[in-house]
């Protein structure tokens, strides 16, 4: 009785150590096949060695001994800068630097990790295959003005090429463009030589400006002053004449002469006042004898006569009654 007793006791403690075995072995399975997947990610899932699922993000559950995560992929935006050497169409190599922004398409994750051993060097590949077509189109100078063609060019061959293997190519720019030191030096002097060509013409025209102007100023002055001189002597000549119709009137049995030299006798010593009234100012009349009232009138009569056909203005006087000595030589005779 004690004996079985005994082997019923014995008997419930193993049943007890193998439930408690079991136990811990189905939650160690449980938590072995559930995992969690981060944000902007995913996981690849293989079912003996062959693809089942692509987990993504949050908790997952896999068959525990028949599921493992063969890799893991992130689906967020990666830049790759990709540099290489390009000859131009001119013969002129130069240094570019291309970055491309991909990512892995979400519903192509398993493409993106079975097709392609090393996305970047593929990636790279494309990239200077392409660049190195476009490049050998231009010349050095429009490889810098058209970097943004080539980065259109990338993005729309890269963009087909590489969906086939799950990744999206978000953008190609072309990041940084170095000629050779010896090209760089010859390009800054082509610049420098066009600039001082172009310096020089600017100031050659401006000093050709600055003399036709001055020249044009000048004539315009030399203009106004002569209509200024000629309406000056125009006027003389007008107040001359009213003055003399003036005396006419009122000496109506003058000679014209005797009136003429009147007025011009009365002018110039007008002027003579005019001369004298300065402060510093000496007047002396030479000459100064008898005749010399005469003389003068002479002078100015002449000087008068000719501002009046200077200016096209007839004279209101009467001729000398006395004859100068070239008026009465006689004429030579006609053969």
Wanted: hydrophobic letters at 45%; charged letters at 20%.
């Amino acid at each position: 009785m004690d004996l079985f007793i005994a082997q019923s006791e014995g008997g419930s403690g193993g049943a007890v150590v193998a439930l408690l075995c079991f136990g811990l072995g189905a939650i160690f399975l449980f938590f072995s096949g559930v995992f969690v997947v981060g944000q902007q990610h995913a996981f690849i899932i293989q079912r003996f060695g062959k693809f089942s699922r692509v987990a993504r993000a949050g908790l997952n559950f896999k068959w525990p001994f028949l599921d493992m995560v063969a890799g893991k992929l992130s689906l967020q935006i990666r830049e790759l800068d990709i540099p290489g050497q390009f000859k131009t169409s001119d013969n002129t190599f130069v240094t570019m630097i291309l970055r491309v922004q991909y990512s892995v398409i979400p519903e192509r994750a398993s493409d993106a990790f079975y097709k392609l051993q090393s996305p970047e060097q593929q990636i790279s590949a494309f990239v200077l295959n392409v660049v190195r077509g476009e490049v050998a189109k231009m010349q050095l100078r429009d490889v810098f003005e058209h970097q943004d063609t080539i980065g259109t060019a990338v993005n729309e061959q890269l963009s087909l090429s590489m969906a086939e293997f799950g990744f999206l190519i978000r953008n190609a720019l072309v990041n940084e463009v170095r000629p050779a030191e010896e090209v760089v030096t010859a390009m800054n002097r082509v610049v420098a030589s066009e600039n001082e060509k172009t310096a020089a013409k600017n100031q050659g025209e401006a000093q050709k400006l600055r003399t036709v102007l001055h020249a044009e100023a000048e004539a315009e002055a030399k203009r106004l002053q002569g209509e200024g001189i000629a309406a000056q002597r125009e006027a003389i000549v007008k107040g001359l004449s009213m003055s003399v119709d003036s005396l006419r009137s009122a000496m109506p049995t003058a000679d014209p002469q005797t009136l003429m030299n009147l007025v011009l006798i009365n002018q110039y010593f007008d002027a003579m006042r005019d001369i004298s009234q300065g402060d510093k100012a000496k007047v002396i009349f030479i000459p100064s004898g008898a005749g010399a009232t005469k003389e003068i009138s002479d002078q100015l009569f002449q000087s008068f006569v000719v501002a009046a056909e200077t200016a096209n203005v007839p004279t209101t006087s009467a001729p000398s009654k006395r004859k100068t000595a070239d008026d009465s030589s006689t004429p030579p005779p006609v053969h």
